[in-house]
């Protein structure tokens, strides 16, 4: 139950990785930049991965009194979502600047 959250949320973010890798067309394709991206999408698969267990297990669940569990346990799934997602599009983005500042056109 721990990855279920991020195993939901997995298309999106292989959706993310590929626009990641096809964005943008003008940046030269070298070995190097390739490799730089290949380091790049696994480390934002690390940090939501990571980021995603953290918030598994921040999350408080509501307390079983005399007539069941309260509302709320589906923050459960909910926050550990937010926290993968989160850190997934930081990674990248930050990768993005990173690359632009690398191989952006120079003029």
């Known amino acids: 139950m721990r990855y279920l959250a991020i195993l939901l ?3 999106w973010l292989l959706i993310l990785c590929w626009g990641y890798w096809a ?8 070995s190097f930049r390739r490799a730089f991206d290949v380091g790049a999408v ?9 980021c995603a267990v953290i ?3 921040r999350v408080e669940l509501p307390t079983v009194d005399g007539f069941g569990r ?6 459960q799934q909910v926050l550990p979502a937010l926290y993968g997602y ?3 599009t930081a ?3 930050l990768a993005m600047l ?7 056109r120079r003029r």
């Open 55 to 57: 918030g598994f297990d």
């Open 86 to 88: 989160g850190a997934f």
């Open 70 to 75: 309260a509302s709320g346990a589906i923050w």
């Open 9 to 11: 949320l997995a298309p």
């Open 23 to 30: 964005y943008p067309k003008s940046l030269p394709r070298t």
């Open 98 to 104: 990173l690359r632009y500042l690398c191989w952006g």
């Open 42 to 50: 696994l480390l934002a698969l690390v940090a939501a991965a990571q």
């Open 91 to 93: 990674v990248l983005v």
